[in-house]
C-alpha cells in the first residue's frame, strides 16, 4: 500500500513539474523568467501612429492660395488669367506658385502652404519690368505689404506730377513712369522733361502724396545758359541773396527754416551756391547760379 502511494505522489510531482515549464523560461544561470504577453501592444502602436497624423499641420487648398493671391493683388477673379497654379517644395517647405495676369499685368506669388503667407510677390508690366521681388519674411502680416494698385493709377500719378510742376501735358515728355517697391511701399517713379528742365518724381502709389521731387535743368540748356552768361566764372550775388532765392522758391522763410549748408562752389568753371535746409521734416536741397541768381537745381526730399 505504501508503494501505491508513493507512486501516485510521484506522477503528481512529475505532472506538475512538467506544466510549470509551459509557464517560465531558464536564463543562463539557472533563474528563470516568466514570459508575459500584452494584447494590448499592437493597438497601442496604432493609437500612437493615429495621434501623429492627428497633429500633423493642415495645408491651405490651391483655391484658398489664389484667392489669398488676388485679393492681396486687388484683382478680380473674374479679372484674371491664371497661368500658373501648383503646389511644390522649396527645401522640404510645402509652397503654392500662383501666376496670374490681369489689366496688362504680371503677377507671380509664392505662398506658404501651411500658414497662407505670401512669401514673395512680384508684379510686372507686360513686355516691361515695372518692379522687383519682394520678400514677405521681414513683415508681420501680409496686410502690411498689401499692394495698392488700385488706389492711384499710373495715369493719375502721372498728372499729380504735372500738376505740381505747373506744366501742362502737351509740353511734357514723359521719360520714366515706373511702379515699383522701396522698403515695402509701392510707389511710383515719373520722370519727364519740359521747357530745358528735367523732373523726377516719387508718388506713394496707395495715396497719391508726393514723396519726393526733384528739378534740374537740362545739360543742354544749362550749356547754353553758361555759354551765354559773361559771368560765368563769377560771383555777381552772395551767399546771403542765394539764400534768400532758395527760400522763396521753396515758398519759405528764414525763421520756418535751419540750414545744413551753404556754400560756393564750382562745377566746370561755373561758380555755383549750394544752399540745403530744413522744414518741418522736408529737406530741401538747392544748386544757384552764382552769377545770374537762376535755380540751376532743386530737390525736396522728407
Not at 497624423?53 to 495645408?59: E, F, I, R
Not at 491664371?82 to 490681369?102: I, L, W
Not at 519726393?212 to 560771383?235: C, G
Request: net charge negative; proline share 2%.
Amino acid at each position: 500500500m505504501k508503494k501505491i502511494v508513493t507512486i501516485v505522489a510521484a506522477i503528481a510531482l512529475a505532472a506538475a513539474l512538467l506544466a510549470g515549464c509551459g509557464a517560465a523560461a531558464t536564463k543562463p544561470g539557472g533563474t528563470e523568467e516568466t514570459v508575459t504577453q500584452n494584447p494590448m501592444a499592437a493597438p497601442a502602436v496604432q493609437n500612437s501612429a493615429q495621434v501623429s497624423q492627428q497633429t500633423a499641420p493642415a495645408l491651405i487648398t490651391l483655391e484658398q492660395a489664389k484667392k489669398i493671391a488676388l485679393e492681396d493683388a486687388g484683382v478680380l477673379a473674374a479679372d484674371a488669367t491664371f497661368t500658373k497654379t501648383r503646389k511644390e517644395r522649396d527645401d522640404g517647405m510645402p509652397e503654392f506658385e500662383v501666376d496670374f495676369t490681369a489689366g496688362g499685368w504680371v503677377y507671380d506669388y509664392t505662398i506658404h502652404a501651411e500658414s497662407g503667407k505670401i512669401l514673395e510677390r512680384e508684379k510686372e508690366l507686360e513686355g516691361k519690368r515695372a518692379q522687383g521681388t519682394t520678400s514677405a519674411s521681414s513683415q508681420n502680416s501680409t496686410q502690411a505689404t498689401t499692394m495698392a494698385v488700385t488706389d492711384v493709377s499710373m495715369e493719375k500719378a502721372k498728372s499729380i506730377a504735372l500738376e505740381h510742376a505747373d506744366v501742362k501735358a502737351a509740353d511734357a515728355t514723359i521719360t520714366k513712369a515706373q511702379q515699383k517697391y522701396d522698403d515695402g511701399v509701392l510707389k511710383y517713379k515719373i520722370e519727364f522733361n519740359a521747357g530745358g528742365w528735367e523732373y523726377e518724381y516719387t508718388i506713394h502709389a496707395g495715396t497719391g502724396h508726393i514723396l519726393k521731387h526733384k528739378k534740374e535743368q537740362t545739360e543742354k540748356h544749362r550749356e547754353h545758359q553758361t555759354t551765354n552768361s559773361p559771368h560765368s566764372a563769377a560771383s555777381d550775388i552772395s551767399l546771403e541773396k542765394a539764400k534768400e532765392i532758395a527760400l522763396k522758391h521753396a515758398g519759405l522763410t528764414a525763421a520756418q527754416v535751419k540750414f545744413t549748408k551753404a556754400k560756393l562752389d564750382y562745377d566746370d568753371g561755373v561758380a555755383e551756391y549750394e544752399i540745403e535746409f530744413k522744414c518741418n521734416g522736408w529737406e530741401y536741397e538747392y544748386t544757384i547760379h552764382a552769377g545770374t541768381g537762376v535755380v540751376l537745381e532743386w530737390e525736396k526730399d522728407d
